[in-house]
């Protein structure tokens, strides 16, 4: 697939790594700035057919970094990056890895410290270097978008600029092949989280709805196999359906389970795509019941309803609580938590620690209106009545 100001060059096929080479050779690479996950980047076969090639080519490898990019990770990056400047990044491995190299591709070059960059204190005034993206996961899709997530402690940013999205997409199914079935499973629902939160999303276009929609289709067709009892075909599947989720969010960015994801992720250790599915179908239902008070789409809450119940009939459902029971089932069947209670949260006060930490510029591309007491009101659903009531 060509790239359009949307999408990068993309080779979705299995066995598509070996084109890796004619890649390099495309941007007259000798210098590379290697970001890998070593494990996925060993596991995933990634090193079997790279090694011999990445060995003739003056290879900087940064290696070593933690699960959610660090600030300082992306220092150690981005002075790795500075004291010898490359030609090219390459990023091998999940979502971390992936924005990793978005990261520090972008700041690398530019003149300002990490900090200053990811705060949004300093702008990038200078473009990306050109990057290939090699993803070793179905989940994140951060091989189609132009934005990367840092962290500074359990603060949360994000990083956006048009040159940060990489220049090749190169998904190979097989490089999942090896994914143990809890990662399969995490990743995916990222994925179909991400693909749902997309068409009801303020930032929805017709382009990202489309994208989404096939994602959704395909991540619910395919994501129980995939974990359960996994084929080529099933792989093939999910790689598409992350893609095409990247693809859809990188236009409408995503919503309120997302930005309610962060703190669990930060603080209570649930992987992220758990997190994000831990309270996808209370949104479906609260956004299922706007009006025209509470909208806050230009379009209007008849085409946020009409958009929702595109998703109902995307999941095969008949009624938005249907649609809710599949999604948690879904999520159950491949071992997602399923209540906040769960993970220990029992108190009030841990309901708008949660609530105050979420990031307030998702929240505007919510359809429907909301606030700190009707975050804590939706969570609470989780509490048995006596817990509820303290």
């Not at 095409?244 to 649930?270: D, Q, W």
């Not at 769960?342 to 909301?370: C, F, H, W």
Request: a negative charge; hydrophobic letters at 40%.
């Amino acid at each position: 697939m060509a790239p359009t100001a949307h999408s990068p060059n993309v080779l979705l096929y299995e066995g598509a790594i070996r084109s890796v080479e004619r890649l390099i050779q495309e941007h007259a690479a000798s210098h590379i700035f290697l970001v890998v996950d070593e494990d996925a980047y060993r596991f995933s076969g990634a090193d079997d057919t790279l090694k011999s090639l990445l060995a003739n080519l003056h290879t900087t490898r940064f290696c070593g970094f933690q699960p959610n990019p660090k600030l300082v990770d992306i220092q150690r990056g981005v002075s790795l990056f500075r004291a010898n400047p490359p030609e090219l990044v390459i990023a091998i491995g999940g979502g971390t890895a992936i924005d990793l190299g978005k990261l520090i591709g972008f700041i690398g070059p530019q003149n300002e410290a990490s900090r200053e960059i990811v705060t949004g204190n300093k702008i990038g005034t200078v473009d990306a270097l050109p990057m290939i993206a090699i993803p070793t996961t179905a989940g994140t899709g951060s091989e189609a978008t132009h934005f990367a997530v840092a962290y500074i402690g359990t603060d949360k940013y994000s990083v956006a600029h048009p040159s940060m999205l990489p220049a090749h997409a190169v998904i190979d199914p097989r490089l999942t092949h090896s994914l143990p079935g809890p990662i399969t499973a995490a990743t995916g629902l990222d994925a179909f989280c991400q693909a749902i939160e997309s068409i009801w999303a303020v930032g929805a276009t017709d382009e990202s709805i489309e994208y989404a929609s096939t994602a959704v289709e395909c991540a619910y067709q395919y994501l129980q196999i995939s974990v359960k009892t996994p084929t080529p075909e099933s792989r093939l599947a999910m790689s598409r359906a992350s893609h095409l989720a990247g693809k859809a969010i990188n236009i409408s960015k995503t919503t309120a389970p997302h930005a309610l994801s962060y703190i669990l992720t930060s603080k209570y250790k649930v992987p992220h795509g758990f997190a994000v599915a831990m309270t996808l179908s209370k949104f479906l239902a609260f956004n299922a019941a706007i009006d025209a008070n509470e909208c806050v789409d230009s379009r209007g809450h008849e085409d946020v309803c009409k958009r929702i119940l595109r998703i109902v009939s995307l999941l095969g459902a008949t009624s938005i609580a249907e649609a809710c029971r599949l999604i948690d089932s879904l999520a159950v069947s491949i071992g997602c938590p399923t209540s906040l209670v769960d993970l220990g949260i029992t108190r009030q006060e841990q309901l708008s620690e949660i609530a105050a930490s979420v990031n307030v510029q998702r929240m505007s591309n919510n359809p429907r209106k909301i606030n700190h007491s009707m975050i804590v009101q939706l969570l609470s659903q989780d509490f048995p009545a006596d817990l509820a009531r303290l």
